[in-house]
């Protein structure tokens, strides 16, 4: 019988399907090279293969296409009868998770990898700022992130992806240190893997060496493919990079070329919220506001998520309160309001609260951001994301701070993190 990557046994006898197999996974845990052509080809190799169908589905839920990935989950459940028990239970992750049964998939994922800890694959979607437990909701889903990893440590040893994502969870709870230094070593390894390019740029961003991340990212981006999913993404973390140091003059020629709606194959919600978030922390630091951007990116948000849904929730009301749209505002708000009072988003009530400072504060109404803000401050976990997309929030807050003339408040918020890199991109606070 032929293995994986990670020593695990496959139910194939064809080493072409193996090899796609394990490539394809690679391609995904990495975000770069084209999963999807692999498979078809390991498809077309042994088309018994339960596997293959499994990644395949993964492969099409991330790119949003979710009957097409309902239906490779399904597929790999049906081959999987044949296969062993543990390749069951990885066909029925990814059947449940492309089915909308999020929790379940969770619940099976950790009974999964306590007794096949190195199935990393099954591991991956409870990964990460955007996998379940990311998305959770919870206030503690950064701690219990760490949680799920930290026993699994042994089992990987000094695998390059292991070390990416638990690197990650150690950034976002403050230990960034010892995840810079553990990312570091995974891109000896891999050095071309976006995922782990992205999670040091998290790093270097938390300890607040935003020239050393521009100048990495301005040159490990040129050769990342813009049909990769992190494209979109990690051009936003140069972006932002510059908008940290104050050079603001290519910004936006960055942001048009590789972020805008139209420019990019990005999954859709980082082509949405990273827009949002950027033009909004821009204003903040003082650039002047694009009218044009904002209308593309309202647009963009109406086509594309004509319900609110996670992250995209705590971002949506940004381009009607940029425009001045304040039916869209309104509308917006009743919505998020009313799916977080009936238990539809994972942060609640939260989207709702945010959509209100945020409109306060283009309306110069200084004390209402501060009164909404301050008391949910340590619930906008919540809404998912990384300290660093967060940070849209916290600079909103700063802001209101500075404007309403209270620099010592600013201070004592930031302070108040001792953990983090005190730097902050918004005109006038030094």
Known sequence: MLHDRYGLELSTNSSIARDAYVDAVDAVLSATGDA??????????????????AVLAR?????????EAKASGEKAVELAKKATDREKQHAQVFQLLTSGQGPKGLELIRSHVQQYQ???????????????????GRVEREDEQVALLKPLVKAYEDDWWFLTVYAFALVEIGEWKHGRDLVERALEQKPRSAHTAHVRAHALYEAGEDQLLANYLEKWLPDYSSDCPLSCHVWWHLCLAKLMIGDHQ??????????????????SINVFTDGASLLWRSELAGIERSHDRWEAL????????????VFVDAHGAL??????NKTDLD???????????????PAGHIPAELAKAFSSHAKGDWSSVISILEPISTDVVRIGGSRAQ?????????SAFIQDGRPEAARNFLNAQSDRAQTVPISGFN
């Open 59 to 67: 492969v099409q839920q991330l790119s949003g296409r979710m009957p």
């Open 390 to 398: 967060r940070d849209l929030i916290q600079n909103t807050l700063l």
């Open 319 to 324: 381009p009607a309160i940029a425009l001045g």
């Open 118 to 136: 190195r199935d990393a694959f099954v591991l991956a979607p409870a990964c990460s700022v955007f996998g379940l437990i990311g998305f959770s």
């Open 250 to 267: 290519t910004i936006f020629d960055i942001y048009d070329q590789h972020c805008a709606p139209g420019n990019t194959t990005s999954p």
């Open 36 to 53: 999807e052509r692999l498979l078809q080809t390991g498809i077309e190799a042994d088309p018994e293969f339960a596997l293959n169908y």
């Open 331 to 345: 509308e917006w708000h009743d919505q998020v309001l009313e799916a977080g009072n009936n238990g539809k988003l």
């Open 298 to 309: 309202l647009d963009y948000r109406n086509s594309s998520f004509p319900k609110p849904m």
